[in-house]
T-cell receptor, first 114, second 112 residues
Framework: KAGVTQTPRYLIKTRGQQVTLSCSPI?????VSWYQQTPGQGLQFLFE???????NKGNFPGRFSGRQFSNSRSEMNVSTLELGDSALYLC?????????????FGPGTRLLVL | KQEVTQIPAALSVPEGENLVLNCSFT??????LQWFRQDPGKGLTSLLL?????REQTSGRLNASLDKSSGRSTLYIAASQPGDSATYLC???????????FGKGTMLLVSP
């Protein structure tokens, strides 16, 4: 089975721009979660989608949004980028998104905001 | 609010040593605990998943234990190798869904 894929792998943007990141889960997985990783804060949960519905959300401003399509692929969008949004953005997939399941992570998208 | 702490933050050992990485969490109401490995600039690789009803899991040279009541887990790596050099992250799932709360990780360097 192919793993979780994320595109693009690297992005450079300037402050005030917006960006869209994409995540394709493992085939058959219906839950997709997004995390932000920074040196200072570590890994922080952004949101989780299941069957095209946002089921859980972390403590991030409304500039961070996401969606999930019928094929379980997910996108996250960050509007009005700030320097502090520079980070590695990771997505993870699991079958049903229940707490007992293993989470499988993609390679991440590294975003640099100048 | 769940908090996960990993000690030590960094560890350097010579090849062949057995070592223990520690993880503690503040809320014992967890569904599972997962150990991950992260190589520099890369994503996370799942190493071991321990369900809340289990006490330990083993995979090759890795053994993870869980003491839910005391809020602790350990990852034991036997006969360490240079290829084990990476950051090891512990994460707990504390809700019915898959949301993970991560520790800051232990950066391991195994020198030949």
């Amino acid at each position: 089975k192919a793993g979780v894929t994320q595109t693009p792998r690297y992005l450079i943007k300037t402050r005030g721009q917006q960006v869209t990141l994409s995540c394709s889960p493992i085939s058959g997985h219906r839950s997709v979660s997004w995390y932000q990783q920074t040196p200072g804060q570590g890994l922080q949960f952004l949101f989780e989608y299941f069957s095209e519905t946002q089921r859980n959300k972390g403590n991030f401003p409304g500039r961070f949004s996401g969606r999930q399509f019928s094929n379980s692929r997910s996108e996250m969008n960050v509007s009005t980028l700030e320097l502090g949004d520079s980070a590695l953005y990771l997505c993870a997939s699991s079958g049903q998104g229940y707490g007992q399941e293993t989470q499988y992570f993609g390679p991440g998208t590294r975003l640099l905001v100048l | 609010k769940q908090e996960v702490t990993q000690i030590p933050a960094a560890l350097s050992v010579p090849e062949g040593e057995n070592l223990v990485l520690n993880c503690s969490f503040t809320d014992s109401a967890i569904y599972n605990l997962q150990w991950f490995r992260q190589d520099p600039g890369k994503g996370l690789t799942s190493l071991l998943l321990i369900q809340s009803s289990q006490r330990e899991q083993t995979s090759g040279r890795l053994n993870a234990s869980l003491d839910k009541s005391s809020g602790r887990s350990t990852l034991y790596i036997a006969a360490s190798q240079p290829g084990d050099s990476a950051t090891y992250l512990c994460a707990v799932s504390g809700s019915g869904y898959s949301t993970l709360t991560f520790g800051k990780g232990t950066m391991l360097l195994v020198s030949p």
